[in-house]
């Protein structure tokens, strides 16, 4: 098993910034790579970005490429998100998510619980 806990989530105004933080523990060795999604109220689940270890390659959704930015310390097993130029619409919960390989669909072995980011106008 790998817990994943989300930190760093809050209120920031329309072109403000916040960094996400997700630290990862136990069976950390079988989760290759790392993502970011987010779920806005009455919206399905949606892919944000991803990271591989191995690789180092990040993916983005096209919404916030040029403003997000994801990265990771491998010796804290820990995966940040930077967010930059937020706009309204990128209010939602956001999850941490852990699994064997960097894809855009939500298969991935383990999840965080969410944090909730609020971008005001």
């Known amino acids: 098993q790998v817990q994943l806990v989300e930190s760093g989530g809050g209120l920031a105004q329309a072109g403000g910034s916040l960094r996400l933080s997700c630290a990862a523990s136990g069976r950390t060795f079988d989760s290759n790579a790392m993502a970011w999604f987010r779920q806005a109220p009455g919206k399905e689940r949606e892919f944000v970005a991803t990271f591989s270890w191995s690789s180092g390659i990040t993916y983005y959704t096209d919404s916030v490429k040029g403003r997000f930015t994801i990265s990771g310390d491998h010796a804290k097993n820990t995966v940040y998100l930077q967010m930059n130029s937020l706009k309204p619409e990128d209010t939602a919960v956001y999850y941490c998510?852990?699994?064997?390989?960097?894809?855009?669909?939500?298969?991935?072995?383990?999840w965080g619980q969410g944090t909730q980011v609020t971008v005001s106008s």
């Open positions: 998510a852990a699994g064997p390989e960097a894809t855009m669909v939500p298969k991935y072995n383990y």
